[in-house]
């Protein structure tokens, strides 16, 4: 592995974008002793890329977030483009989202801002090539490990890319079907199963959470979604919004004192001491990741058993698309 220091070939980066980072689907096994799992915050998308262009599902991709970076090949490379469309353009040609593209050395990577969804995937044929620390490539930025030095890119970094076997043509021109494709509306509805301190809450409150349209606020990141009702959710006098320290879930719904939810993602705290009224399923957290300031978010009650149906039913998806494989 190389150590995020500069080296001949890889990826320049010529400028930064809003904020590009190196994101696998997470470092497992650290959340007791306070370190959080990072990972793409849309792990269909980033899971996807990757099939395009002949990795591993959990091989390390670029997330790019909200305008995206302009980047120079310094050697032939596969590379493939998922999640928001930012107008990815090759040499100023505009290519499609999707879709795996042949890269050659000198040529020019463009991306816009996003004009559906928030967070884009570039995958490159063999993966990023920056160290596994913690048996993940993800950038954790609050704790500054992992990715490349801890960080999302600046500009004049040179990013390394993984080898690769097989002529560029094998790889290129996959795409996937308009059906595996989501739908990034700025309105969405999100499954939950509720609790686990769904007790804490007036019956009132729980009927309140279930039939309000949220707003997501500025101030939500790749930590949490902080969202805005017009009524504050009540917790039972006698139980309150605090309680003892717990795990906290990916899309796990937070509801402090002034009873505005949040969600919390990809680069959570692992502890917290506030009440959970719901937790968002794995299969829907897209929707909450792709979701831009502004949007609205609504909430649908599912069962454990449901929740469970629909993780098979898309991994069922991303098995038949892995039909590509790496090869």
């Known amino acids: 592995m190389n150590n995020g220091e500069k080296k001949s070939g890889g990826l320049a980066v010529l400028k930064p974008g809003l904020l590009t980072t190196v994101q696998d689907l997470g470092r497992?096994?650290?959340?007791?002793?306070?370190?959080?799992?990072?990972?793409?915050?849309?792990?269909?998308a980033l899971q996807v890329a990757n099939v395009l262009v002949g990795n591993w599902r959990d091989e390390a991709a670029l997330e790019?977030?909200?305008a995206g970076p302009t980047l120079r090949a310094e050697e032939d490379m596969v590379v493939a483009f998922t999640g928001a469309n930012m107008l990815p353009s090759i040499n100023g040609e505009p290519v499609s989202m999707w879709k795996s593209y042949a890269v050659f050395k000198g040529d020019d990577i463009r991306f816009g801002s996003a004009v559906n969804g928030v967070r884009a995937y570039m995958s490159v044929r063999g993966g990023v090539d920056v160290p596994v620390v913690m048996g993940s490539k993800s950038t954790a930025v609050r704790a500054n490990i992992g990715g490349f030095n801890g960080r999302g890119l600046k500009k004049n970094d040179r990013l390394p890319i993984g080898k690769s076997e097989g002529a560029l043509t094998v790889h290129t021109g996959r795409k996937v079907l308009s059906e595996h494709i989501p739908d990034y509306g700025k309105s969405v509805c999100v499954r939950v199963v509720m609790g686990p301190q769904q007790e804490a809450f007036e019956e009132e409150a729980l009927e309140?959470?279930?039939n309000t349209d949220y707003r997501v606020t500025p101030e939500s990141d790749r930590m949490g979604y902080r969202l805005k009702g017009a009524k504050p959710l009540c917790h039972r006098p006698s139980v309150g919004a605090d309680i003892y320290s717990d795990a906290i879930a990916p899309g796990a719904i937070q509801v402090p004192g002034d009873g505005q939810p949040i969600i919390l993602l990809a680069d959570r705290q692992t502890t917290g001491g506030y009440t959970k009224i719901a937790t968002v399923i794995s299969v829907d957290l897209w929707k909450v990741a792709q979701l831009p300031p502004g949007g609205t978010i609504s909430f649908e009650a599912v069962d454990v058993k449901s929740a469970q149906k629909l993780w098979r039913e898309q991994e069922d998806i991303l098995v038949q698309l892995s039909s590509y494989g790496p090869r």
């Open 64 to 66: 790019l977030t909200a």
């Open 28 to 44: 497992e096994g650290y959340q007791q002793f306070g370190l959080g799992t990072s990972g793409a915050m849309d792990s269909y």
């Open 208 to 210: 309140l959470f279930l």
